[in-house]
């Protein structure tokens, strides 16, 4: 009684194994769209956020000289205005996980940070 338990248990065990052989290397499937994009959608939103805080510290600088003043003033903040809106969607197109409206929302809070740079420095 106690040979057929044991070879039972050892038939369990060894048709479980059948599974965990792996597939020959020229058959395993590549990533999904949505997955194979997810590194270049991090890096995007990354160099958006850091490109953001750059601008941020030029505009500190230029307040601290003093070069921010009258219209030019105005124009900086609108433009801020802007690109803190469109950072603010990229982050919550990254939190949704949505990998078909975040890189357009990376593309426009870069867009809006790389004019809002333009316009702190005088261009």
Known sequence: MIRVLLSLVAFAFLAGCGGLALPAPGLIPAAPAP????????KGYGGALV???AALSLI???????DLRGDKAVRVRKALS??????QAMKAA??????TSLPTAIAEA??????LRAIVEGK
């Open 35 to 42: 997955l194979a994009s997810t590194t270049v959608d991090e």
């Open 82 to 87: 802007t690109a803190y809106t469109a950072i």
């Open 60 to 66: 500190d600088q230029k307040v601290a000289a003093g």
């Open 51 to 53: 490109a953001f805080d």
């Open 94 to 99: 990254r939190l949704a996980g949505s990998t």
């Open 110 to 115: 870069t867009a809006a940070v790389t004019k």
